[in-house]
């Protein structure tokens, strides 16, 4: 599944008086012994600790091209440029997306994986959603770089025009699985068009299947289908025949630990300036998406 393709496990505590006061008795005795190490360890922000190493960690998306797929892409080069602002180098954290996002939040913004695999510094590619944003309070999203919706590939022999969705009764369609496309399309017109649509695990592969001929039209996001499909003629990409499919948009953005206030003021004013000269816009083009500003 890749990001975004719908908006759709607490700690665990000590629970017995035992636990706890053993858990505070160890706590005032590593106070008692280090008190300084302690408070030089608080003091030092989120930003201080990232220059004096002179790394930015930033976690990517495995396998979504056109924006981070096998070291390169659309949010690889914007993360250099980032790190680059803040005069330190960038160091990916390469991820397989989860079903859902607050699992990628947990993994790679502000806690990491049980085997010790993050967190990052920053995440790339995150939804801009404030109503979404309210329920994930350890995580704070911001600096929106890129406007996203879903649109539908199709293939110009097959598929001249597009003005309904009636086509795909006969025609076939791919999607990727559980995303809000597949979901629409599963129940659009009663459950009209369900016989001729085509699942992928991504939309790379669900793009793959257009581009091979395998199936007329693809529905996947915009930047996805420009970015592989190109300035193929064979091909036109436009938003889907559908109302709710149509509205749909969402901006792409930053996310970093509900604390690292410093850190994404800072990088709220790096990707202002890549904005406002034009970096972000010539990044995307270079990789064949339309940048779309949010």
Not at 92 to 110: G, T
Not at 161 to 169: A, K, N, Q, R, Y
Not at 214 to 242: C, K
Not at 250 to 277: F, H, I, R, T
Request: charged share 25%; proline share 5%.
């Amino acid at each position: 599944m890749t990001p975004c393709g719908v908006f759709p496990a607490l700690s665990r505590r000590f629970s017995t008086r035992g636990r706890a006061a053993a858990a505070l008795g160890a706590l005032a005795l590593a106070i008692h012994i280090a008190p300084v190490a302690g408070a030089e360890a608080g003091e030092r922000s989120a930003l201080a600790r990232i220059q004096q190493r002179g790394v930015l960690t930033v976690a990517l998306y495995k396998d979504f091209a056109p924006f981070s797929d096998d070291g390169r892409g659309v949010d690889v080069d914007l993360a250099e440029a980032l790190a680059a602002k803040l005069g330190v180098k960038m160091s990916p954290l390469w991820f397989d997306a989860s079903e859902r996002m607050e699992d990628d939040f947990r993994k790679m913004v502000w806690k990491g994986t049980p085997v010790g695999y993050g967190p990052a510094d920053v995440m790339m590619h995150v939804p801009v959603d404030r109503d979404y944003m309210a329920r994930v309070e350890q995580v704070k999203v911001f600096a929106p770089y890129h406007r996203e919706r879903f649109a539908i590939g199709r293939q110009l022999e097959k598929l001249p025009t597009l003005e309904s969705l009636e086509p795909f009764e006969k025609l076939s369609l791919a999607v990727e699985g559980e995303s809000m496309g597949a979901l629409i399309m599963l129940s659009a017109d009663n459950g009209r068009y369900r016989e001729k649509l085509k699942i992928f695990k991504n939309s790379e592969e669900a793009i793959g299947a257009l581009k091979s001929g395998a199936v007329a039209a693809t529905m996947a996001q915009q930047g996805a289908l420009e970015g592989i499909l190109g300035d193929d003629s064979r091909f036109a990409i436009e938003l889907p025949p559908h109302p709710m499919l149509k509205m749909r948009q969402w901006m792409l953005g930053l996310a970093v630990k509900a604390e690292s206030d410093d850190l994404a003021q800072a990088l709220q004013s790096a990707m202002n300036e890549l904005l406002a000269d034009g970096t972000v816009k010539s990044i995307m083009q270079r990789h064949g998406v339309k940048h779309r500003i949010p």
